[in-house]
């Protein structure tokens, strides 16, 4: 009895050691780009192999971009919180209405156009043919793939009359 408790014991304690050594394998790139200078493009560096040249240089502009970009979020963010509290209040459209609309849309349209301008400053900044592969993940990644409104198979009927389901 006591043989086979020793016989478990040691095989849970494998078992458990094997479990941790495969982790810190597995684990070991993702740990290591979270220890880099800039751990928010470590992942840059090692998709598109970039040199430490390449890589300083995009994260200076990565540095340069970032506070303008969260300014434009912030701007957005009190757009959509004043949009929010006018449609609150009504039951229509309302000049209000279209004007904060459109002033969203503008901004909207101005942050994506920011943001395409960095983008292809960054893939300047890469080898010819990692900087394609990088305008190529940004289309499929990022806001500027824009997808369409899914709106059922049935012409709209389920954006304006309630289903009634059995």
Request: overall charge positive.
């Amino acid at each position: 009895m006591k043989r086979g408790l020793l016989i478990l014991a040691i095989g849970v304690v494998g078992a458990v050691a094997a479990y941790f050594c495969v982790y810190l394998m597995g684990t070991a790139r993702p740990r290591a780009m979270m220890k880099s200078p800039r751990p928010e493009l470590a992942w840059l560096k090692h998709e598109f192999n970039l040199g430490d040249a390449e890589f300083t240089r995009i994260s200076q502009l990565h540095a340069g971009y970032l506070p303008q970009c969260m300014e434009r979020c912030r701007r957005i963010d009190q757009l959509n919180g004043t949009l929010s509290s006018a449609l609150a209040t009504t039951t229509q459209i309302t000049p209000e209405i279209e004007k904060l609309l459109r002033e969203r849309a503008q901004m909207r349209a101005s942050c994506q156009t920011e943001m395409l301008k960095h983008f292809f400053e960054v893939s300047r900044t890469m080898p010819p043919e990692q900087g394609k592969r990088y305008l190529a993940w940004v289309r499929e990644h990022t806001c500027l793939r824009e997808d369409t409104m899914d709106h059922g198979s049935d012409n709209h009927a389920t954006t304006t009359t309630p289903s009634h389901q059995p």
